[in-house]
């Protein structure tokens, strides 16, 4: 049994199953923990025990298993390999509200002495008070009335002093089919008067409806009616009945079903391979790395792999980066898979997430979409995974144990089902590309673009240097060829996007006189300015502050404004370009689930003719009216304290430069930098991924790092930043006393050192970073205080 414990990596417990219910392994059970009930998931049975009288499992949470014998063993290899609770791994594959939530609950002792209470506080009063006014009262509503106290010491007071006491219960889960009221006339409707205007007129409304009415319907009409319907259902006149709800599907076709198109030569060299790995026993690596330039058609082998797994009856999983790519894409595999595509990603509803999982579990969607967290779909006859821009960071789950990476993930899961994996980009990671090179998986090449019209070539890209338009008097942000590419498309009435991965209107600012940065007081970190509306914002914490008329250290009023970011451009833009139609792509315009799909269509049809964007807008749209893409800085990212800095800088340009030229029309690249002669930059310019390839990997292999090491980063935060120092050469010493006792060799230590983010809402950050052979393998049996975060594999070390 995995409990929801923040026990030792693996760590299972013994409870003997009651006589009168079975168990399954996958089953989720609450079960008696200490003094609180805690919920659990069955891994196996046994007739033995070790010990005696072992404690009773409390109740199953649902009536039938809800973890695959295939997601046990996932977990399992998820816990090793992570080092995180098995729990933790396994609860990753229960379905959306699932899970029973622990509560604290506070009631009032009866017959409080007085002179105990005259003793207390007046905080101590305000919380008795509250606890005293009600049978029962939640933590979660205590703090909602109390928001600025610390109620912890407040608590522990009042039950010290025996005033209250403390209960800990747990929620029933929320997971389950939704569920609308409807109201009905019993067959004592008719039999005697009704007093009351309100009910006279929910009796008189139910008949006029035939005898029966949705609540919501009824409250449209009559307004609130919970009073009056519990009294009506009190005296037999109605009743309440429970009406399941029909989930809608989330991906829905919207056009007519599209056939497969004609292949390019390079196309049908890979398809070959593939087909025959799907048609029978693999001899060798079930994971392909399909790498093809943007627009060579790898969607068109992703959507042969899927009719294929569906035609020899099995089902295939399709991963996507971003949230936002999820419309496009869900829209393309519809119309090939009509009514049997289904959807998982964090921005559905509850209800949503609820309805797609039980529909892939019951085998009614053929082809499950998703981002990251879709790779944990209950599939039942798995048969293909397809990670489309599988170098993009967002696949790992950095903020959260298990910190897993979904391409690993997808790996361990086709080796348990069969499946194969198709990892696809233009831009593979260099890891990825070096397995393939070296026959850990299959290499696939498409390395020409392809339409419908025949072969397209790859953008022109020009890099130019802003040194030299510095020299010849441009202080623009805008490059005079820059300028004048996108007067032409604009004059023709074709598309733009410009690219620069920052927000706001300008990086920091600044007090001329004495230098003063304005900062963020929880995370040390420059305020972002905003100028429309939201003044000075922290990227971090999402603190808020208004623009000082005066520096607040020297009291002069000569504030700057540095650094430019997408408002800014667009501020720029609308300047340069007064009749263009501009839009923005970032986090800061993009507020709900449904904002990314609202601009994306809008560009695509053509209401704007100048996209401004981050990262968001480099990522696998087919954007045919684009010919221009201008790269605004790009240096930002580059110079990093992070060994793949300069992989994902070339990454990122490559991929933004190809959203350009995708339609007949052709397209072209503008790079502006500071640093022309980079190796990333100029590989980017000229589309070169091997040259790129070579000068990386001979660094990794000089130093060490991934693929020829492997990394594991300890953060440790604290409140204070000299025990965090502390804690963190503490963490080294003991360490190294591991290392030497436990014999372990070529492990290499970097650190302690403070983060590069080194402050975040009020903790400071230090991290330790040890590198080598299996320095996982060093870390499994050390138990870590509270305050350490452990990430095997991390994808960054910022």
Request: charged share 20%; glycine share 8%; aromatic share 6%.
């Given at each position: 049994?995995?409990?929801?414990f923040?026990?030792g990596v693996?760590k299972?417990?013994?409870?003997?199953?009651?006589?009168?219910?079975?168990?399954n392994?996958?089953?989720?059970?609450l079960?008696?923990f200490g003094?609180?009930?805690?919920?659990?998931?069955?891994?196996?049975?046994?007739?033995?025990?070790?010990?005696?009288h072992?404690?009773?499992?409390?109740r199953?949470?649902?009536?039938?298993?809800l973890?695959s014998r295939?997601h046990?063993?996932?977990?399992?290899w998820l816990?090793?390999?992570y080092?995180?609770?098995?729990?933790?791994?396994?609860?990753?594959v229960?379905?959306?509200?699932?899970?029973?939530r622990?509560r604290?609950i506070?009631?009032?002792?009866?017959?409080?002495?007085?002179a105990?209470?005259?003793?207390?506080?007046s905080?101590?009063?305000?919380?008795?008070?509250?606890?005293a006014s009600?049978s029962?009262?939640d933590?979660?509503?205590?703090r909602?009335?109390?928001?600025?106290?610390?109620?912890e010491?407040?608590?522990?007071?009042l039950?010290?002093?025996?005033?209250v006491?403390?209960q800990?219960?747990?929620?029933?889960?929320?997971?389950?089919p939704?569920?609308?009221?409807?109201?009905e006339?019993?067959?004592?409707?008719?039999r005697?008067?009704?007093r009351g205007?309100?009910?006279?007129?929910?009796?008189?409304?139910?008949?006029?409806?035939?005898?029966?009415?949705?609540l919501?319907?009824?409250q449209?009409?009559?307004?609130?009616?919970?009073?009056?319907?519990?009294?009506?259902e009190?005296?037999?006149?109605v009743?309440?009945?429970?009406?399941?709800?029909q989930?809608?599907?989330?991906?829905?076709?919207?056009?007519?079903?599209?056939?497969?198109?004609?292949?390019s030569p390079a196309?049908?060299?890979?398809?070959?391979?593939?087909?025959?790995?799907?048609?029978?026993?693999?001899?060798?690596s079930?994971?392909?790395?399909?790498?093809?330039?943007?627009?060579?058609?790898?969607?068109?082998?992703?959507l042969?792999?899927?009719?294929?797994a569906?035609r020899?009856?099995?089902?295939?999983i399709?991963?996507?980066?971003?949230?936002?790519?999820t419309?496009?894409?869900?829209?393309?595999?519809?119309?090939?898979?009509?009514?049997?595509?289904?959807?998982?990603?964090?921005a559905?509803?509850g209800?949503?997430?609820?309805?797609e999982?039980?529909?892939?579990?019951?085998?009614?969607?053929?082809?499950?979409i998703g981002?990251?967290?879709?790779?944990?779909?209950?599939v039942p006859?798995?048969g293909?995974?397809?990670?489309?821009?599988?170098?993009?960071?967002?696949?790992?789950?950095?903020?959260?144990?298990p910190?897993?990476?979904?391409?690993?993930?997808?790996r361990?899961l086709?080796?348990?089902?069969?499946a194969?994996?198709?990892?696809?980009?233009?831009?593979?990671?260099v890891?990825?590309?070096?397995h393939?090179?070296?026959g850990d998986?299959?290499?696939?090449?498409?390395?020409?673009r392809?339409?419908?019209n025949?072969?397209?070539?790859?953008?022109?890209?020009?890099?130019?240097?802003?040194r030299?338009?510095?020299?010849?008097?441009?202080?623009?942000?805008f490059?005079r060829?820059?300028q004048?590419?996108?007067?032409?498309?604009?004059?023709?009435?074709?598309?733009?996007?410009l690219?620069?991965n920052?927000?706001g209107a300008?990086?920091?600012?600044v007090?001329?006189?004495?230098?003063?940065?304005?900062?963020?007081r929880r995370?040390?970190l420059?305020?972002?300015?905003?100028?429309?509306g939201?003044?000075?914002?922290?990227h971090?914490c999402n603190?808020?502050r208004?623009?000082?008329?005066?520096?607040?250290s020297c009291?002069?009023?000569?504030?700057r404004?540095?650094?430019?970011?997408t408002?800014?451009?667009?501020?720029?833009?609308?300047?340069?370009?007064?009749?263009?139609?501009?839009?923005?792509?970032?986090s800061?315009v993009?507020?709900?689930?449904?904002?990314?799909e609202?601009?994306?269509?809008?560009f695509?049809?053509?209401q704007?003719d100048?996209?401004?964007?981050?990262?968001?807008?480099?990522?696998?749209l087919h954007?045919?009216?684009?010919?221009?893409?201008?790269v605004?800085?790009?240096?930002l990212?580059l110079?990093?304290?992070?060994f793949?800095?300069?992989?994902r800088?070339?990454?990122?340009?490559?991929?933004?430069?190809?959203?350009?030229?995708?339609?007949?029309?052709?397209?072209r690249?503008?790079?502006?930098?500071y640093?022309?002669?980079n190796?990333?930059?100029?590989?980017?310019?000229?589309?070169d991924y091997?040259?790129?390839?070579e000068?990386?990997?001979?660094?990794?292999?000089?130093?060490?790092?991934p693929?020829?090491?492997q990394?594991?980063?300890?953060?440790?935060?604290?409140?204070?930043?000299?025990?965090?120092?502390?804690e963190?050469?503490?963490?080294l010493?003991?360490?190294?006393?591991?290392?030497?006792i436990?014999g372990?060799?070529g492990?290499?230590?970097?650190g302690?050192?403070?983060?590069?983010f080194?402050?975040?809402?009020?903790?400071?950050?230090?991290?330790?970073?040890?590198r080598?052979?299996?320095?996982?393998?060093?870390?499994?049996?050390v138990?870590?205080?509270?305050?350490w975060?452990?990430?095997?594999?991390?994808?960054s070390?910022?």
């Amino acid at each position: 049994m995995a409990v929801d414990f923040p026990a030792g990596v693996s760590k299972t417990y013994t409870y003997a199953v009651p006589a009168h219910f079975t168990l399954n392994p996958g089953d989720l059970v609450l079960v008696p923990f200490g003094a609180r009930t805690l919920p659990g998931i069955v891994f196996s049975l046994t007739s033995k025990c070790s010990f005696d009288h072992p404690r009773e499992i409390s109740r199953r949470v649902s009536p039938e298993p809800l973890v695959s014998r295939v997601h046990l063993e996932l977990a399992r290899w998820l816990s090793h390999h992570y080092l995180c609770s098995l729990y933790e791994a396994a609860s990753l594959v229960l379905p959306p509200g699932a899970e029973p939530r622990a509560r604290t609950i506070f009631q009032a002792v009866d017959n409080a002495p007085p002179a105990v209470l005259e003793s207390l506080g007046s905080d101590e009063k305000r919380v008795y008070s509250l606890i005293a006014s009600r049978s029962r009262s939640d933590l979660a509503v205590v703090r909602k009335a109390f928001p600025r106290l610390r109620l912890e010491p407040i608590l522990d007071h009042l039950l010290r002093k025996k005033l209250v006491e403390k209960q800990t219960t747990t929620s029933q889960p929320r997971a389950g089919p939704r569920v609308t009221w409807t109201i009905e006339l019993t067959e004592d409707a008719d039999r005697g008067p009704v007093r009351g205007s309100k009910s006279q007129a929910v009796l008189a409304l139910l008949r006029e409806a035939g005898g029966s009415l949705a609540l919501s319907e009824a409250q449209k009409h009559l307004g609130p009616l919970y009073a009056t319907v519990s009294s009506l259902e009190r005296r037999g006149l109605v009743r309440r009945v429970a009406v399941e709800v029909q989930h809608v599907p989330v991906a829905r076709q919207t056009g007519p079903e599209t056939q497969p198109l004609e292949l390019s030569p390079a196309q049908r060299e890979a398809w070959r391979h593939l087909e025959k790995a799907m048609a029978g026993p693999i001899q060798g690596s079930r994971v392909f790395l399909l790498h093809g330039v943007t627009g060579s058609g790898k969607t068109e082998l992703y959507l042969l792999a899927l009719a294929e797994a569906v035609r020899l009856g099995r089902q295939a999983i399709v991963l996507v980066p971003e949230i936002a790519l999820t419309p496009q894409t869900v829209e393309r595999f519809a119309a090939r898979f009509p009514g049997r595509v289904a959807v998982l990603h964090s921005a559905l509803t509850g209800s949503e997430r609820q309805g797609e999982w039980t529909r892939i579990r019951e085998g009614q969607a053929d082809v499950v979409i998703g981002s990251r967290g879709a790779i944990f779909a209950p599939v039942p006859r798995l048969g293909l995974i397809v990670m489309d821009e599988e170098h993009e960071w967002t696949y790992k789950q950095d903020q959260q144990s298990p910190h897993y990476n979904t391409r690993d993930v997808a790996r361990r899961l086709a080796e348990l089902t069969g499946a194969i994996v198709i990892l696809g980009s233009a831009t593979p990671d260099v890891a990825s590309y070096y397995h393939a090179r070296h026959g850990d998986y299959v290499l696939l090449s498409l390395p020409g673009r392809v339409s419908e019209n025949g072969p397209l070539p790859l953008p022109h890209v020009d890099v130019v240097d802003m040194r030299k338009e510095l020299r010849e008097g441009n202080r623009s942000m805008f490059s005079r060829s820059l300028q004048s590419a996108m007067k032409e498309a604009l004059d023709k009435d074709e598309q733009v996007i410009l690219f620069l991965n920052r927000r706001g209107a300008a990086s920091i600012v600044v007090c001329r006189d004495c230098g003063h940065v304005m900062q963020c007081r929880r995370c040390d970190l420059p305020l972002t300015y905003h100028s429309q509306g939201s003044g000075l914002v922290c990227h971090q914490c999402n603190l808020r502050r208004p623009v000082p008329d005066v520096c607040p250290s020297c009291w002069s009023d000569k504030i700057r404004y540095l650094g430019v970011g997408t408002q800014k451009v667009a501020e720029e833009t609308a300047a340069l370009f007064p009749g263009a139609r501009i839009m923005r792509w970032d986090s800061d315009v993009t507020g709900d689930h449904h904002s990314h799909e609202a601009i994306l269509n809008r560009f695509a049809s053509h209401q704007a003719d100048i996209l401004i964007g981050t990262q968001m807008i480099a990522k696998g749209l087919h954007l045919p009216l684009v010919t221009l893409v201008g790269v605004v800085n790009a240096d930002l990212g580059l110079h990093l304290p992070d060994f793949r800095a300069t992989e994902r800088t070339f990454q990122i340009l490559t991929q933004v430069a190809g959203r350009a030229g995708r339609g007949p029309s052709g397209g072209r690249v503008i790079i502006q930098t500071y640093t022309p002669h980079n190796y990333a930059l100029v590989a980017a310019s000229n589309h070169d991924y091997h040259s790129f390839y070579e000068q990386e990997i001979g660094y990794r292999r000089s130093l060490g790092n991934p693929p020829f090491g492997q990394l594991v980063r300890l953060v440790y935060s604290h409140t204070n930043s000299q025990a965090c120092e502390r804690e963190t050469l503490r963490m080294l010493t003991l360490l190294k006393h591991e290392m030497e006792i436990r014999g372990h060799r070529g492990i290499h230590t970097i650190g302690p050192a403070p983060c590069y983010f080194s402050r975040v809402r009020g903790r400071y950050r230090w991290h330790l970073i040890l590198r080598g052979k299996s320095p996982r393998d060093l870390m499994a049996p050390v138990v870590l205080p509270q305050g350490w975060t452990l990430d095997v594999d991390p994808i960054s070390l910022l």
